[in-house]
């Protein structure tokens, strides 16, 4: 893609802020107990040579975090650096390398926050970066390639590692630790990287990037939202004790259509909403859409549901909704939106 400055590569930012594409192990067949987020940005860019050839790359650490270790602090920080550079004209795309822990939720992050349509792409390895056949070589080549190309440009933060794109809304790991852990379960990937170029077949439908409503630059601090898990004989300690703590939102990951049990549950997240709190039903199922009134009288209880949304994702755009409203009808309008 021509950058703005004229014909010639496009300029790409590789943003590192750790996980095991930063990783080291013992040895070359350490693959499992290796550490995360110990090789630093201008290593990761020096060991893929071949980067000057498709894209004029700087690099910069951002953080460096074993991803499970994300927090609300490092988004806001993680969000804001990719805005500012974003609005710069010598910036065509940008890279983030991540942990692969929680990439599915910093990706839907910026999904809702980036206020542009030039690409972002979140990338990461299942393999440490001194390992047989390490993957995060490859895996970086291709994000710099598609961050830099025009197919990207519109289609919202991707998650691209395995050779398969993946929209940012609809991407779950699906494995503990095999290299195609990454996968759009029902709705699909939006298409591969091939040949060093991009094949985009489908894009999402729901809103993002440059067309969200929400905006993270003044937030120095985002609303508490918790997730509790459902399972055969749930008590509601814990929907009690995440009230008790001040949490603004809870979502409820329920069994099947996001069901709540009785007499347990229910009365737990009613009293919770009594108190002001959110409730969002989701489900721990996966797939799907949960059906507002399906398996819970959600117009009486005031609750929201989550649309297709998995509960750390709906978590995500729950706590950005409370930023601007806790009126919950036009929340839900939002998780039919997003
Ligand atoms: N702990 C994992 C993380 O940082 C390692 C990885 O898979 O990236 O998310």
């Known amino acids: 893609m021509a950058n703005a400055r004229g014909p010639g590569l496009p300029n790409v930012m590789v ?32 060991a893929v040579p071949e980067l000057k050839t498709v894209a004029n790359v700087k690099g910069e650490q951002v953080f460096q975090i074993a991803s499970e270790n994300m927090n609300n602090d490092y988004w806001l920080k993680l969000a804001k650096r990719v805005n500012t550079l974003l609005a710069q004209d010598d ?85 503990t630790s095999t290299a ?80 709540l049990a009785r007499p347990a549950v229910e009365p737990a997240l009613d009293d919770a909403r009594k108190k002001g709190v959110v409730i969002l039903r989701s489900s721990r199922v996966g797939n799907g859409i949960v059906a507002r009134n399906g398996e819970a009288k959600d117009d009486e209880h005031d609750f929201v549901v989550s649309d297709t949304l998995n509960p750390q994702k709906a978590r995500i755009l729950l706590m950005l909704a409370l930023t601007k409203t806790t009126d919950t009808k036009d929340i839900q309008r939002m998780f039919f939106a997003y």
């Open 91 to 175: 910036v065509d795309g940008i890279v983030i390398t991540h942990g692969t822990d929680t990439i599915e939720e910093t990706s839907y992050f910026l999904n809702l926050v980036v206020k542009s349509k030039k690409p972002v792409v979140v990338v990461g390895a299942m393999r440490p970066s001194t390992a047989i056949s390490a993957d995060g070589p490859i895996n970086l080549f291709n994000a710099v390639i598609l961050a830099g190309s025009e197919e990207a440009v519109g289609k919202g933060v991707l998650v691209a590692l395995n050779d398969q794109i993946n929209a940012a809304r609809d991407v779950t790991k699906n494995n």
């Open 15 to 46: 943003l590192a802020t750790g996980g095991t594409i930063a990783g080291s192990g013992a040895s070359s067949t350490t693959v499992v107990g290796y550490t995360a987020a110990t090789v630093g940005i201008e290593t990761l860019l020096n």
């Open 180 to 259: 195609d852990t990454f996968r759009t379960p029902e709705l699909g990937f939006l298409g591969y990287m091939q040949g060093n170029k991009p094949y985009f077949y489908r894009q999402s439908t729901r809103r993002h990037t440059a067309d969200s409503e929400f905006d993270v630059s003044n937030l120095d601090v985002l609303p508490q939202v918790d997730i509790v898990y459902g399972y055969a004989n749930m008590n509601r300690v814990a929907i009690d004790a995440f009230v008790a703590a001040g949490a603004k939102g809870i979502v409820h990951a329920g069994v099947g259509d996001g069901s």
